[in-house]
């Protein structure tokens, strides 16, 4: 029979809601039994005692709140009874023992990549066209225009361009208002396919425009050139057109450097283009689109070759996260996490603001001391920035996380690290450095869901797996992400964009481990170009850089 609710770690003294639970009926925690004194919906807690104000509360055995009125056993836990708190942090002892997986079933298994000249292996391969300042992004856009159509990689094409199409024939033949709130519209498409494209072993030219380069502070042009390094070492792009204005701080020696340092044998095709120096814009955008069609050709030479798993490189991310996230699809995908770090893979858990809660944890978990307080500085010196402006980690939540269960950021925060497992720390990076390590490194990164997954591709990650209780089209430009659902009515309701449900857990049909085998065959599929993650399907590029302390 499904359980109706769950106690999650024995030191916890509130308890999940499964499904929605009604004022009066009895509950059994261990050997007690609890009479609920409120309805409580699904992925909310109850007390399983009685609470003074300033007493602790205790979720996933962490502190996650302090009481702030007193709570009655059986009592629903909300934002007015609790407020945000979080145990505080030093360097302790090493503890890295961890859950070992048995990887007997993927010791051999093997996927179908792009091998590049560092030594990586990418699971796609792409030609980027980038702006290295905001002044650039309009003719990134014309160079768009130019080659997505006629080369068959029209990613802004959408069923809603052919709507509007159809609307205006029957405007035109004399259909009213009420004639077409009424009309069922059909569904067509003229992208071409992989085997009519021209360079069929390409999977796309993307074109990325952001609002930096110039005018901002300094870490910011740094951090940006170190970004658009990252996307143009990275594993699943063969080269890159980047144009430049001339004038502005982020200038092409600065990105060159940031290149080198990443690979320092770099040899992928890298046109820079500088207007300033070209003059005539007409000229500029003739000779972008002759480069970048010669690398283009160059691209193509580039076809899929078996490498084993280890090679993979995983970036793990939660965005419009529920009371489940930390139950389900996150412990989930620390299970896949696990079984890759143990294959000589690597895993990167990102999002700093939403481990607040678990950095003891985390800190003993790293492999040794420096690398410990090398993370524990990034956290306290974000965090306190952010106070510097005005919020702290403690305002992470969204609304749609109160709504749903997260009434802290400790409590968002503890589920929120079960996605990098139990395996030991083996770096930790500040953004937007490269991952140099295999195993599981711990990136400091915003929260924000577009900016931290950028950043976590930036860094390295081949493919993106994300995990989301209330839903997100969320995508990259480059790397796949991979969409799992926290619950079932979730995945039902929104499956063109979600990929695997993980809903399975809290109905008890899979166990955590069953459920992130099954997601980490979902990778190898995915990762081989057997199929195509719903964002990449979806054309769902998103691409934002990181200001420094103004995300959360």
């Known amino acids: 029979m499904r359980a109706k609710t769950l106690k999650i770690h024995p030191k916890d003294n509130i308890e999940v809601a499964l499904v929605d639970?009604?004022?009066?009926?009895?509950?059994?925690?261990?050997?007690?039994?609890?009479?609920?004194?409120?309805?409580?919906?699904?992925?909310?807690?109850?007390?399983?005692k009685d609470f003074k104000p300033g007493d602790d509360v205790i979720m996933y055995g962490v502190l996650v709140g302090k009481a702030v009125l007193p709570i009655q056993t059986g009592d629903v836990v909300t934002t007015k009874n609790i407020k945000h708190a979080s145990g505080d942090y030093e360097l302790g002892e090493r503890k890295t023992n961890w859950l070992i997986p048995d990887t007997t079933a993927w010791k051999n298994r093997t996927f179908m990549g792009y091998h590049r000249a560092d030594g990586s292996v990418g699971v796609a391969n792409y030609w980027l066209v980038i702006p290295l300042v905001f002044c650039e992004n309009r003719n990134v856009k014309v160079i768009q225009d130019a080659f997505a159509k006629e080369l068959g990689y029209q990613t802004d094409r959408s069923p809603e361009r052919d709507h509007v199409q159809q609307l205006i024939k029957l405007y035109r033949s004399g259909k009213n208002a009420e004639d077409i709130l009424n009309t069922n519209l059909a569904e067509e498409t003229d992208v071409a396919t992989e085997d009519e494209r021209l360079f069929p072993n390409v999977d796309g030219i993307k074109f990325l425009t952001h609002s930096l380069g110039c005018a901002g502070i300094k870490e910011d042009t740094r951090d940006l050139c170190g970004l658009l390094a990252g996307y143009i070492t990275h594993a699943n792009v063969a080269g890159a057109t980047v144009l430049s204005l001339g004038c502005q701080n982020a200038q092409i020696d600065m990105l060159k450097a940031e290149v080198f340092k990443r690979d320092p044998n770099f040899s992928k095709p890298l046109y820079t283009l500088e207007q300033q120096q070209i003059g005539n814009e007409s000229d500029l955008l003739k000779l972008a689109v002759k480069q970048t069609f010669a690398g283009l050709i160059k691209a193509n030479e580039q076809y899929r070759q078996t490498a084993p798993l280890s090679k993979?490189?995983?970036?793990?991310?939660?965005?419009?996260?529920?009371?489940?996230?930390?139950?389900?699809?996150?412990?989930?995908?620390?299970?896949?996490?696990?079984?890759?770090?143990?294959?000589?893979?690597?895993?990167?858990?990102?999002?700093?603001?939403?481990?607040?809660?678990?950095?003891?944890?985390?800190?003993?978990?790293?492999?040794?001391?420096?690398?410990?307080?090398?993370?524990?500085?990034?956290?306290?010196?974000?965090?306190?920035?952010?106070?510097?402006?005005?919020?702290?980690f403690d305002s992470n939540p969204s609304a749609g996380n109160v709504r749903d269960g997260l009434i802290t950021d400790a409590i968002k925060s503890a589920g929120a690290a079960k996605k990098g497992g139990t395996s030991p720390v083996a770096d930790v990076l500040d953004y937007p450095e490269k991952v140099r390590k295999p195993g599981l490194t711990l990136l400091c990164t915003p929260g924000s869901d577009v900016e931290s997954t950028t950043a976590e591709v930036g860094s390295g990650a081949t493919i993106v797996v994300f995990t989301t209780g209330l839903g997100t089209p969320t995508g990259n430009p480059i790397a796949p992400v991979i969409k799992v659902s926290t619950n079932t009515k979730l995945y039902n309701k929104m499956h063109d964009i979600i990929d695997i449900d993980a809903g399975t857990v809290i109905s008890g049909e899979e166990s955590i481990n069953e459920a992130g085998e099954r997601i980490l065959e979902q990778i190898i599929r995915i990762a081989s170009g057997e199929e195509k993650a719903k964002a990449v399907a979806s054309g769902h590029d998103d691409f934002i850089p990181w200001k420094r302390g103004i995300s959360l």
Not at 30 to 44: E, F, S, Y
Not at 329 to 340: E, F, K, Q, T
């Open 21 to 48: 639970l009604s004022e009066g009926q009895i509950i059994s925690s261990g050997n007690d039994k609890i009479t609920l004194l409120n309805n409580v919906a699904a992925k909310h807690k109850f007390a399983l």
């Open 312 to 392: 993979l490189c995983v970036g793990l991310e939660c965005g419009g996260s529920d009371g489940f996230s930390g139950i389900s699809a996150n412990p989930s995908l620390g299970h896949a996490s696990d079984i890759l770090v143990e294959l000589g893979g690597s895993v990167i858990l990102a999002e700093f603001p939403e481990l607040c809660g678990v950095e003891q944890e985390l800190s003993d978990r790293c492999i040794d001391e420096a690398t410990a307080d090398r993370f524990m500085h990034l956290m306290r010196s974000y965090n306190d920035k952010a106070k510097a402006l005005g919020s702290g």
